[in-house]
């Protein structure tokens, strides 16, 4: 190709838009790394650490679109200690001089401030989305100030963030010129909403295609909304409740049959479950639906919902729907490629709303489902290789049985031989969780089986450190590796550094990992930033303490081109 001329070549690279196969083009030819160079619009970091925003912008000057993660995925567990790092100040602060175009900013599990917003809403006069999914630290004045000066938003997104509701009045910082919104998701938010502002903001809009609302937009509001945006593809409903015969519901019942586009529905944070017949009429057009936090629907009205959602392909639910809700999910809904179930109690207090059962029912039912996540108290070899027969192009399999340590409750047998019949059916696993009794068995097949196997999670399984080298000789496409409470140490964590080189990271809490194995690793591995995080009242470990076999409590390590971070704590030590 190098006799087209360079803007042909630019052209075509524009059609490759996977990150993968964008960085393996610009090691073709010096030729093709500079015009790739240039011509990088979106950017996808997933550790905020292992690069600086000025070696970024040194290597593509032009992007448009970042995508930035800061804590590691266990931070979803609370595993991670509150002040750990992963602030955003300093990225921003760094574009800001650059002067770079930026116009989409995508933040997962990072600290932001409203002084990050505030900058962020001054520095890019075409900034156009935000999308912020598990992050802290900022209210929703940082919010006031993104939507009072970005004057060409078209995406706000807020996902699971914790954000200090400082009053209710932001949305009524929207300009009355701000037409161009395609998505507004405020669900998150815990505070009293401008009822008005918000309504004339979506009636000002008419490109909106994603509404998502919190608990405090009630009933008749959401009717007016519905009225006012007919063309809404995705819906998140926020407070519920009402008579089932009143104004409201009835105004709400009209204005959703008008919804044609409607495609996907979540929320009901707060619910009168005998008002769920009104959206009857749109289900049979719904692919996703999403019912995780919608704790006070379930039993007959709940299934007779699903029952008119012949079309759904992703479904999120809890576990309250139970064994005999799932069967109906699986004779209706035979499009289904997304399951996830969720648990309505996390300490589980005996609760068997959903077991082996349901998952097989699905399996059988749906065979075109590739992603699970399945929360549930008990689970059987039988169940899992029947599993792994009915639906062989699983990518994604996560199973968590909330019990350490549980067997299979027929046979009182580790569960090794059923997620091994996951790993031998399942020829694309690309990311797996395991859980119950496991020993070094599973990790063998993981290690024989999983070839294309990208992230692992682990907790409470294994025997010695056999079982975790199994895993990183075998599984060579492995970039995260995630192991809590299990009994692997410094013969496994040293065994092969250079493997390292090739994953974003690995992170071991409450195995058999030491001091002194982590020093030599440091030692071994100058490219890895090692991180000890330690809780205690004595956040320095004793560097000469016991000869270096005191057990560290986290290790968290991780590629970086840019060495050791300023902004670590107390309780982070970097060897």
Known sequence: MNYFPDEVIEHVFDFVTSHRDRNSISLVCKSWFKIERYSRQNVFIGNCYAISPERLLRRFPCFKSLTLKGKPHFADFNLVPHGWGGFVQPWIEA??????????????????????????????VSFKSLVLVSCEGFSTDGLASIAANCRHLRDLDLQENEIDDHRGQWLSCFPETSTALVTLNFACLEGETNLVALERLVARSPNLRSLKLNRAVPLDALARLMACAPQIVELGVGSYEDEQDSESCLRLQAAIKKCTSLRSLSGFLEAAPHCLSAFHPICHNLTSLNLSYAAEIHGSHLIRLIEHCKKLQRLWILDSIGDKGLEVVAST????????????????????????????????????????????????????????????NFIRFRLCILEPHKPDHVTSQPLDEGFGAIVQ?????????VSGLLTDQVFLYIGMFATQL????????????????????????????????????????????????TMRSLWMSSCEVTLGGCKRLAQKAPWLNVEIINENDNNRMEENGYEGRQKVDKLYLYRTVVGTRVDAPPFVWIL
Do not use: W
């Open 95 to 124: 574009l800001a001089r650059s002067r770079v175009g930026l116009e989409e900013l995508r933040l997962k599990r990072m600290v932001v401030t409203d002084e990050s917003l505030e900058l962020l809403s001054r520095s890019f």
């Open 333 to 392: 809904c035979k499009e289904l490629q997304e399951l996830r179930v969720f648990p309505t109690d996390l300490l589980g207090g005996g609760n068997t709303a959903v077991t082996e059962d349901g998952l097989v029912a699905i399996s059988a039912g749906c065979p075109k489902l590739h992603s699970i996540l399945y929360f549930c108290q008990q689970m059987t070899n039988a169940a899992l290789i029947t599993v792994a027969r009915n639906c062989p």
């Open 454 to 501: 990208e992230m692992l999670s682990i907790a409470f399984a294994g025997d010695r450190d056999e079982g975790m080298l199994y895993v990183l000789n075998g599984c060579k496409k492995m970039r995260k590796l995630e192991i809590r409470d299990s009994p692997f140490g410094d013969t496994a964590l040293l065994a092969d550094v250079n493997k390292y080189e």
């Open 425 to 433: 059916a399942c020829k694309n696993l690309k990311r797996l969780s």
